[in-house]
Each structure stands twice: as structure tokens, then as C-alpha cells.
């Protein structure tokens, strides 16, 4: 790229104007002496909304939830060192989910490194580029300013071309005040729409089908690797057209509409019986997987009961996952939503073994949809005392609009909210599903609200993550974010618990927690609070915090001994072997 005299701008100046040109309106941060240059130039580029958060984890979860909810990148900034350190574990989370975050750490500059300068982290003291090599798709400190455009351009490059994950750019002090001769330019675009696929090794569906005896019972697994596609009408006119019931992973939950007439729901972890009836219950003729890798949540275990008649087809951008669990698992080279909008437009003469089969596949989808769509139904109606978290989660779907985004943070509380939610839209059920990590959902609501302003977002969380990252919740009500935060307060951290009250008083009491006041908490650091103790009384809270149009924490006193709605996966957990 070539520079010109005619253009001048501080190196702060150049990255921040880059982000608006990908359309990246939030940057997610916490302030410290090592990206001091940020803070004036945040006053110059006004296109571009800052979030100061409580601490460096918070702000990468912020951004990963921005990625998540907005289908672009998200954008977060601290200072190298202990800032680095303190974003590992979301920056880990990113890399797991397959979450695009551009992370942006200040250094010392680059003609002072090694010379013992306070919170010197770079290449000549310990290097924090190196402590997020292994997370990242690229880690890299610049060492001139003549580089930066193009290593900038570079990491997004790295971040969104085939899987998106993190990427982390170190800025030296001496870049961040430099003068920068290019122009910000958009690089994300052309990434965002780019959905290749192998036509040819797709052609396998029809091959398979005209080989055998008719296929009626035919279901496709979406898995997170279509999110990014926003192929949900794509995956909807598809499964339309041959009427091939849709089952999604909890990562892909919502991108096929859960009241939509095919729709069997989650499979796997905390998934419907509609879907485990369908994708395991009776011999299945073909599973088209799209997206999917199979792992252990999303295959009950890897049940031994997942064997269709003429296997498995999956869909991928990668191989790495195909065919490690399963047999006769054949691999589709491609982008979901490209899959999808070849399957809806193929030529009737090739797709007439699907729809000659269209019937025989109504009258058993239809079967598999009359039956119990979930476990333990009259759960979502009981008005015990603590609270019952399935109801808990059905008067919340009761209350809030079609359109809102939920964030199910890690606990008990995601079997519950998983289950029992219902999602009808892509990117409006965010949950960190492959890693995990307690709180990701406090701050990944703040950066999903950020992303869609105009849609409701409610974050189901417990006491236990409150305990974690409960602290952003000053963030979401300093900078104005109506989140509405319901706290399953069992006073346990209630997996952990649900097994250990099997082993003895002292495993058990280690597992519990003191009965916090959450909502005096919230009202201590600017945000609403309202505490319910009885399941008459969530339905008005729930009104209640809708209506505020604030930051609203509702404390919600729950049964930590409720059991969770996983029934079939720890069926294939207590039966499977490795050797199998």
C-alpha cells in the first residue's frame, strides 16, 4: 500500500478510523498509561462508541459478545502486561466459539524495550504476544510505524478469512503517537458474504440417495459453523422444499426458527425429545450435518445410537472434526449458508429423491411433532417454593418480545435456559457453549445490547457468575444499557453441586454459596434491583424491568436441587466407552 504526503494521522487516530470503516461503532476498554494516546484520539474519532469496562476479562467478553450479535467483528483495547493476562480466558472463549475479536494492547516503545521501563512486557521481557500465540489466529507487536496499515489489515484478515477467531495486535507507544501517511480503509467487507462451497462434493446427497432403497427419514443438525453465514432463510426455504425436519446444536440455537413447523429444537445437551426421538430414537435413513463438529455436547455423548442407515453427511470448512466420533461420515467442503442455497435451488430432475419421498417424511416428522417437545413439562407451570429454574425461564419467554437476545451464561442455569427458552431468529441466543467460562454472559450482554440497541436483551445468569464478573453490571448502567440481568440465585454453584451432594456433606458444602442480596447489589452500583421469592411474582418483576427501559437485576430465589432437563445425554454418558 502507498503512503501519501498528503495524508497525516496519529497511529491511534489510523486504527480507530479503520474500525469505522469495517463499521465497528463500540470499542470495549479499560484505560491504563500504556495506550494513554487512545484516550484524546477516542475524543477525535467520534464514530466510534467507547465502553470503559470494569476489568480487561469483561471487555473481552464485550467484545465477543458484539461479534456475536452484530455478525461483524468485535474491538478491545487495554494496556499490555497484566491487561493482556486479564483477558485470556474470554480471548480463550472467543477462540472456542469461533468468535471474531480484534484485541489491541499498548507496549512500551519499541526503543525502550528490555530497559526495565514500568509494566514492559514485550519481546525483551516476557513477551505477551507469545501468552496469546496459542489462542489466536495471529499475535503479533509491531516494531515501525511504516507497518502498521498493513499488519492492521492483516490481522482482520487472518481474523475472518474461513474460521473467525481472535486476533491480537501489540501497539508500541512510538506507533500510537506517529504519524501514519495511508488511508483507513474497509478490509471486513469483503470477508463478511464470502461463503465458498465444493458443488461437486455436495453432489454426494443425490448419489447416496438414488443408491439405495427410498430415504424418507432424512434430518438436518445446524451447528455454530452457520451462524456466520446468516443463512436463515437460506436453511428455511431448504428444509421447506423436501419438508426435512431441522434440529440445531445450543451454539446454532434460533437460526431455525423453534416455533417454526419443522423445527425438532435443540439436539444434544439439554435438547428437546422431539429432536432426540428424531435424530436417535428410531433408525434414521441420512443426517445432513451442517456446521457441526460433532463434539461431545452436541452428540449426546457421542451415543452409539447415532447411526443413520446411509450415514452422515457433513458440511465444514474444516475436516479436523469429521468422521472422529462417528462411522461413514462423508465431508462436504463448504460455508453452511452456501450448502443451504444450493440445496433450495437444486434442479428438480437431481432432487428428485427427496421429494419423492416427501410424504413418507411428513407422516413421520408429523408423528415426531405431536409428541412431548420437553422433559418435565409441568415444571414450566410450577409454583414451588424456592423457585423452579424451568419456570424461571417460561415466564421470561412469556414477558419478553419475539425479538429479543438472550445470553445464557455457564451453569445449571444454561441446561434450564437452553430447554425451556425458544429463539426464533440467528445471532438472538448467544451462550459460550465450547469453553464455557462463568460471567461470560454478564459483560457478552452489555456488547450484545451495544450491538442491537432496538432488541431487548435479557441474560440469564446465577450466583456464582455474579461472583465473577457481577462488577460489570456498573458498566451496563453507567453508559445507559437497558440489560435485564435474572439471576438464578440457588446459592450453589449448582452443577457442581447436583453432583456433589452425592458424596458427602463436606463435597456438598463446598459447593454452596452465601444468599448475596443481588438486587441491593445492582442498586449500589447505579442499575435497578428486584428480588422474587415466589413464582406469582415473576411475571410482574419481568413487566417490571421491561417497562424501566434500565440496567435491571432480578434476584431470583431458585432450587439448587432441581435436576436439569439432560436426561438423554447422561444416558450416553454413563454408556459410553473409548474403545467403543
Given amino acids: 500500500m502507498t503512503g501519501s504526503p498528503n495524508i497525516k494521522m496519529p497511529g491511534t487516530d489510523f486504527i480507530l478510523r479503520s474500525l469505522v470503516a469495517d463499521e465497528i461503532d463500540h470499542l470495549f476498554l479499560v484505560p491504563g498509561g500504556l495506550v494513554d494516546p487512545f484516550m484524546p484520539a477516542l475524543g477525535r474519532v467520534t464514530d466510534i462508541t467507547p465502553i470503559v469496562a470494569a476489568q480487561e476479562g469483561g471487555a473481552a467478553y464485550m467484545a465477543d459478545g458484539y461479534a456475536r450479535a452484530s455478525g461483524k467483528y468485535g474491538a478491545c483495547l487495554c494496556i499490555g502486561g497484566p491487561g493482556i493476562t486479564n483477558t485470556v480466558t474470554a480471548i480463550s472463549a472467543a477462540l472456542t466459539d469461533e468468535s471474531p475479536v480484534l484485541l489491541l494492547s499498548g507496549e512500551v516503545a519499541n526503543y525502550m524495550q528490555g530497559l526495565g521501563l514500568f509494566q514492559d512486557a514485550s519481546a525483551g521481557t516476557y513477551n505477551d504476544s507469545l501468552i496469546l500465540a496459542p489462542i489466536t489466529a495471529s499475535s503479533y507487536s509491531i516494531p515501525d510505524i511504516r507497518l502498521l496499515p ?50 461437486e462434493a455436495a453432489g454426494q446427497l443425490w448419489t447416496i440417495l438414488a443408491d439405495g432403497a427410498p430415504a424418507p427419514r432424512i434430518a438436518i443438525l445446524i451447528g455454530g459453523g452457520m451462524i456466520s ?104 467442503g463448504g460455508h453452511g449458508g452456501a450448502f443451504a442455497r444450493w440445496l433450495g435451488d437444486a434442479a428438480d430432475a437431481d432432487a428428485k429423491p427427496l421429494t419423492d419421498t416427501i410424504p413418507a417424511r411428513q407422516e413421520w416428522a408429523s408423528a415426531i411433532r405431536k409428541g412431548p417437545r420437553y422433559y418435565d413439562a409441568e415444571n414450566m407451570t410450577s409454583d414451588q417454593v424456592p423457585i423452579h429454574p424451568a419456570r424461571l425461564v417460561s415466564d421470561t419467554r412469556k414477558v419478553m418480545p419475539r425479538d429479543t437476545t438472550a445470553i445464557v451464561d455457564s451453569g445449571a442455569h444454561r441446561a434450564f435456559g437452553v430447554h425451556y427458552w425458544e429463539s426464533y431468529g440467528p445471532r438472538k441466543f448467544l451462550t ?21 440497541p432496538n432488541s431487548p436483551v435479557v441474560v440469564f445468569t446465577g450466583d456464582g457468575c455474579m461472583q465473577m464478573h457481577g462488577m460489570e453490571v456498573q458498566t451496563a ?49 447505579g442499575a435497578e434491583g428486584e428480588t422474587v421469592r415466589e413464582a406469582k411474582d415473576l411475571v410482574p418483576a419481568l413487566e417490571k424491568a421491561l417497562a424501566a427501559n434500565k440496567t435491571f437485576v432480578i434476584d431470583v430465589k431458585t432450587d439448587r436441587d432441581a435436576t436439569t432437563p439432560v436426561e438423554p445425554y447422561s444416558e450416553g454418558k454413563a454408556t459410553w466407552s473409548y474403545h467403543e
Avoid at 451454539?251 to 422431539?274: N, W
Avoid at 433408525?283 to 450435518?289: A, E, G, H, S
Avoid at 461431545?296 to 469429521?322: C, E, F, M
Wanted: with cysteine; aromatic share 6%.
Fill in 150 to 199: 498493513h499488519r492492521l489489515r492483516g490481522a482482520v484478515k487472518r481474523m475472518l478469512d474461513g474460521r473467525r477467531i481472535p486476533v491480537h495486535l501489540s501497539i508500541p507507544s512510538d506507533l500510537q503517537t506517529g504519524d501514519v501517511h495511508v488511508a483507513p480503509m474497509s478490509v471486513a467487507k469483503d470477508f463478511y458474504h464470502s461463503e465458498p462451497l465444493d458443488s
Fill in 229 to 332: 453465514d446468516d443463512a436463515s432463510d437460506d436453511i428455511v426455504k431448504a428444509a421447506e422444499r423436501f419438508h426435512i425436519p431441522v434440529a440445531t446444536t445450543e451454539h446454532a440455537k434460533g437460526i431455525f426458527p423453534e416455533d417454526h413447523p419443522l423445527s425438532l429444537g435443540v439436539f444434544g445437551y439439554a435438547g428437546t425429545q422431539q429432536s432426540t426421538e428424531a435424530i436417535v430414537g428410531n433408525p434414521l435413513d441420512l443426517l445432513i450435518i451442517v456446521g457441526a463438529t460433532l463434539n461431545v455436547r452436541d452428540s449426546l455423548y457421542w451415543t452409539a445410537q447415532l447411526k443413520p442407515r446411509l450415514g452422515i453427511l457433513s458440511v465444514n470448512l474444516s475436516t479436523v472434526h469429521v468422521g472422529c466420533h462417528t462411522e461413514n461420515e462423508r465431508f462436504i
Fill in 432 to 452: 459460550a457453549a465450547a469453553l464455557g467460562p462463568m460471567g461470560w454472559g454478564i459483560p457478552a450482554g452489555i456488547g450484545a445490547k451495544a450491538a442491537q
Fill in 477 to 525: 448502567a453507567r453508559f445507559g444499557l437497558p440489560v435485564i440481568y435474572v439471576v438464578s440465585n440457588n446459592q450453589a454453584l449448582g452443577n457442581v453441586y447436583l453432583r456433589m451432594k452425592k458424596q458427602g456433606a463436606v463435597a456438598m458444602a463446598l459447593n454452596e454459596i452465601v444468599d448475596h442480596d443481588w438486587a441491593s447489589f445492582a442498586r449500589a452500583l
